[in-house]
């Protein structure tokens, strides 16, 4: 849809006044190459390659719905080229999406390299994702909003940085609760850690990998990190890959989550689902530590599978 600021959502907030999730990110169109050997620099490697959709922001919407939440919500910007191709597979997915139009740039590519071992290296061309404006953006959109996620990429580009400070302000006047997915440890160390996390400030929740909450604080121990965290909002929630996660509140480790055992396929989006099924179960009731064994399950089920959104055949 490419109607005006708060526009698309009417009837879903109706069907669930109260308990919806509204992410903000980014959707991507995602070419995923599968690669067994070595990459052979200047002539050809043997691949596996497929076009799918992708986006932090849009696999986390499409997770949460995946794994229980009934009423989520997507407000993104795409060009031209994809609209209806993104838009019908969000649908699919069980996600409200409100996809502003943006017939300037396109819609955000990422070529996900993935090597033998499932782990992705990723070649990232944002496009219209960060052109999210505040313009975009109407505090009618939280209306039946009982969380906001907002995906850390917005904070990598002047225009949509706005745009995620202002929803964040709109949330904290209504009360509901923000969660962050830094996204990026490259995109961090060139906007600069300080600048994010005053960017950030006032969220409820921080949900970091290993590498982003290290960087976040200084410090070289994970847990140290997930603990000083947790001193500047009430939840750190730091995904440890195949370790699974940690759970800081009040500047405390308080659980270590164990992983749950998956044949890793690509490892494209494990995080992004993590996230769907942490804020699903948090919407559903659940405390931080029982969502984050909800995340890590999820995030099994992401790494068996090519892409980063769950199959919805």
Not at 5 to 24: C, E, H
Request: with cysteine; hydrophobic share 45%.
């Amino acid at each position: 849809m490419s109607d005006g600021p708060g526009g698309g959502f009417a009837a879903a907030g109706s069907a669930n006044r109260g308990g919806a999730l509204l992410v903000i990110g980014d959707v991507v169109t995602d070419v995923v190459a599968r690669y067994r050997t070595p990459l052979a620099h200047g002539t050809d490697t043997a691949a596996e390659i497929r076009t799918l959709p992708g986006g932090a922001g849009a696999n986390a919407a499409c997770w949460a719905a995946r794994t229980g939440c009934a009423d989520v919500r997507l407000l993104a910007r795409v060009g031209t080229d994809a609209h209806g191709w993104h838009e019908e597979r969000l649908r699919q997915a069980g996600v409200r999406a409100h996809l502003v139009v943006d017939d300037r740039a396109p819609t955000a590519t990422v070529i996900c390299l993935v090597d033998a071992s499932a782990e992705r290296t990723l070649l990232t061309d944002s496009g219209a994702s960060l052109c999210l404006s505040p313009a975009d953006w109407s505090p009618s959109l939280l209306d039946g909003v009982a969380r906001l996620h907002l995906s850390g990429y917005l904070f990598f580009s002047d225009v949509s940085r706005r745009l995620a400070v202002t929803a964040l302000r709109s949330a904290r006047e209504r009360g509901v609760p923000v969660s962050v997915d830094p996204a990026s440890a490259g995109f961090l160390k060139e906007l600069g850690t300080d600048r994010f996390l005053a960017a950030v400030e006032g969220v409820e929740t921080l949900l970091p990998n290993a590498d982003e909450a290290e960087l976040l604080t200084g410090l070289t121990d994970t847990a140290d990190a997930a603990a000083e965290l947790s001193r500047r909002v009430p939840v750190a929630v730091v995904t440890l890959g195949a370790r699974g996660a940690l759970v800081a509140e009040a500047g405390v480790v308080r659980a270590r989550v164990p992983p749950v055992p998956a044949r890793a396929v690509d490892s494209t989006g494990a995080g992004d689902a993590f996230t769907g099924a942490f804020l699903a179960a948090r919407l559903a009731g659940a405390d931080a530590v029982a969502a984050a064994v909800e995340g890590c399950r999820a995030g099994a089920r992401a790494v068996a599978v090519t892409g980063g959104r769950p199959d919805v055949t």
